[in-house]
């Protein structure tokens, strides 16, 4: 069973940034996605970002332009920074591992945007 160990979150004012970052408890491969996605207030878990071997990345609509995902192999972790925060960014993110089929998730930490 691969490990995710999230950090980061916390609660910010609008027109904030903050950094979460998630670290694996084993090597990355070419053949992993890492990605990043979040679940509002009851809404269901929605993709954020995306990021793969070679540094593709992939971004909901809503986040382009104001969050970058990031890897960091040679610490087995990727990151998401978020800038420019907006109140509709309030939700628990969760970091996503998956190699071939088998999908890994980390335990959440919540994100609060409020003034």
């Known amino acids: 069973q691969i490990q995710l160990v999230e950090s980061g979150g916390g609660l910010v004012q609008p027109g904030g940034s903050l950094r979460l970052s998630c670290t694996a408890s084993?090597?990355?491969?070419?053949?992993?996605?890492m990605g990043w996605y979040r679940q509002p207030p009851g809404k269901e878990r929605e993709l954020v970002a995306t990021?793969?071997?070679?540094?593709?990345?992939k971004y909901a609509d809503s986040v382009k332009g104001r969050f970058t995902i990031s890897k960091d192999y040679n610490k087995n972790a990727w990151s998401l920074q978020m800038n420019s925060l907006k109140p509709e960014d309030t939700a628990v993110y969760y970091c996503?591992?998956?190699?071939?089929?088998?999908?890994?998730w980390g335990q959440g930490t919540q994100v609060t945007v409020s003034s």
């Open positions: 996503k591992f998956q190699r071939s089929s088998v999908i890994n």
């Open positions: 990021v793969i071997w070679s540094g593709a990345t």
């Open positions: 084993i090597g990355i491969s070419i053949l992993d996605v």
